[in-house]
């Protein structure tokens, strides 16, 4: 089912649906649109990682560090932008890219040891490299292994359903 562009967006020239990483609680359809870019939630982060995208909006800044899921921001909006009653619905997990250091036959267990939720393993493999797998149904989404990555290999995505994700 194709996602509506707001007129704001098209206006701009932004047609691509947003795939940026919203403070939990965000309202699935419409954020851009309800989101005043105020910075109430930004002002309630305990962990102050929210921070203002170049449309106004805001996101989780997760290389400053991890969410707690308090649900500070969402208690400071003063729209329906982002809602207590939907950081369960928080549809971001852990991935890994090929930058990362374990996978090139360096020593590193840096996003294993700051997980935890213990959704992040190493599986060794011939050669004395280690494969990192995501249990993406243990994965809360949080942004420890983000910001603690040395590589920056380490990102969210949008979950895919599956149990464990195995990187190659």
């Not at 701009?12 to 699935?28: A, F, I, K, N």
């Not at 359809?29 to 305990?46: H, L, S």
């Not at 294993?112 to 004395?128: H, T, Y």
């Not at 149904?137 to 599956?162: D, M, Q, Y």
């Amino acid at each position: 089912m194709p996602t509506q562009t707001s007129r704001r967006a098209f206006l701009r020239g932004d047609l691509r649906p947003s795939d940026e990483v919203r403070p939990p609680g965000m309202r699935t359809r419409g954020f851009e649109q309800t989101c005043t870019g105020c910075g109430d939630c930004a002002e309630a982060c305990p962990e102050a990682i929210i921070r203002t995208d170049n449309r106004g909006a805001v996101l989780l800044d997760l290389s400053l560090g991890a969410c707690t899921f308090c649900g500070a921001c969402a208690r400071a909006c003063p729209t329906d932008a982002l809602n207590e009653a939907r950081i369960a619905d928080w549809p971001w997990v852990a991935t890994v890219s090929a930058a990362c250091l374990s996978l090139n036959g360096v020593s590193c267990r840096s996003c294993e040891d700051a997980c935890d939720a213990r959704a992040i393993g190493f599986r060794p493999v011939l050669g004395g490299k280690s494969r990192p797998i995501f249990d993406q149904g243990a994965c809360t989404g949080c942004g420890a292994c983000v910001s603690i990555c040395p590589a920056g290999a380490v990102s969210l995505a949008k979950s895919t359903g599956a149990e464990l994700e195995l990187c190659q």
